[in-house]
């Protein structure tokens, strides 16, 4: 009986032991392990792949990722509360949604702007943009844009008179949208048509419609070969993009930073479009067109 009961608390010692020793190598792990967020869309995702595949290359950190974790408002939430680490965010959404700041059209005032709010009131470093503003924009055919000579939304304005523009309906609703463009630009079109914005740039190709609203960034601009106009006034405020990161993630792993940094001003608008058209339009995984960059830019 006494042999029983040795034997027992012989193999109670070993599982306890056991628990302790996985415990220890569960709290090790989740030491060096960060969680690297986005939002639900498809840039946000590519974005989420590419800040990982820097931090594991360049450190010797493990990535847990969270792509397609939810609107502006979940991930900000979830990185306050520390559930994540790392998010990419836009200066223009910083500092009109999170901060219900009137927009700004200075990039780099911006950036300044968001990023000291950030640290002095949420702990949150703003480290170096990637390069791209993903800010609306107008589009349109690039032959017909050539033909007419219209690269500026200035250029467009002589001509709109005799252009019809496709829309979603909340950006002709906008002070920032069109209703803002027409005080800014004098900009009237023949005709508008509110569509959704998927049936807008068929449209648009189709030649349905002349002019578009865009996302700079949006892989459909590369694909059915529209033309960018450029803001030449800059009324449309700035969505640079940048990866952000609570200030005691940083504390505790400064090489973060390099990491992350590596990727500054690497990615352009066309270069996002493109790398959005191969997940959106090509059917790629997010992860492995963010790999495929990476490595193309000897990044990893």
């Known amino acids: 009986m006494k042999m029983k009961k040795h034997g027992i608390l012989a193999v ?21 392990t960060v969680i690297i967020a986005g939002k639900n869309f498809t840039e946000q995702s590519i974005l989420v792949y590419l800040m ?18 939810g609107g502006t408002m979940v991930a900000s939430k979830a990185l306050d509360a520390g559930e994540i680490d790392i998010y990419a965010e836009y200066t223009g959404t910083a500092l009109m949604v999170q901060l219900e700041l009137p927009p700004m059209n200075d990039p780099d005032a911006v950036y300044d702007m968001v990023s000291k709010a950030y640290e002095k009131d949420k702990n949150i470093t703003w480290l170096k943009p990637f390069g791209f503003n993903n800010t609306y924009t107008l589009t349109m055919r690039k032959a017909d844009a050539t033909k007419l000579g219209i690269e500026t939304f200035s ?15 909340e950006f002709l609703e906008r002070d920032d949208g069109y209703k803002g463009l027409q005080k800014t630009y004098g900009l ?10 998927g049936l807008m740039y068929g449209a648009l190709k189709d030649g349905e419609a002349d002019v578009c609203p865009a996302y700079a960034t949006d892989g459909r601009i590369i694909a059915f070969d529209l033309k960018v106009l450029k803001d030449d006034k800059q009324f ?14 940083l504390k505790k792993h400064p090489e973060l ?27 790629e995984s997010a992860e ?6 990476l490595k193309a830019q000897g990044l990893i």
């Open 236 to 249: 449309f405020p700035p969505y640079n993009a940048a990866p952000i990161i609570r200030d005691d993630t």
């Open 52 to 69: 990982a595949g820097v931090v594991e290359a360049k450190t010797d950190l493990k990535v847990e990722t969270k792509p397609w974790l």
């Open 288 to 293: 492995d067109v963010a790999n495929e960059w």
């Open 257 to 283: 930073e390099d990491a992350l940094n590596s990727l500054a001003g690497k990615l352009d608008d066309e270069t996002m479009q493109r790398l959005n058209a191969k997940v959106d339009l090509d059917k």
């Open 155 to 169: 250029d467009l304005v002589e001509e709109a008179p005799n252009l019809s523009m496709a829309s979603e309906p």
């Open 188 to 197: 009237n079109f023949r005709k508008v048509s509110a569509m959704d914005a």
């Open 12 to 32: 109670l010692l070993i599982l306890v032991l056991s628990f302790v020793g996985c415990a220890s190598t569960n709290e090790g792990s989740a030491e060096d």
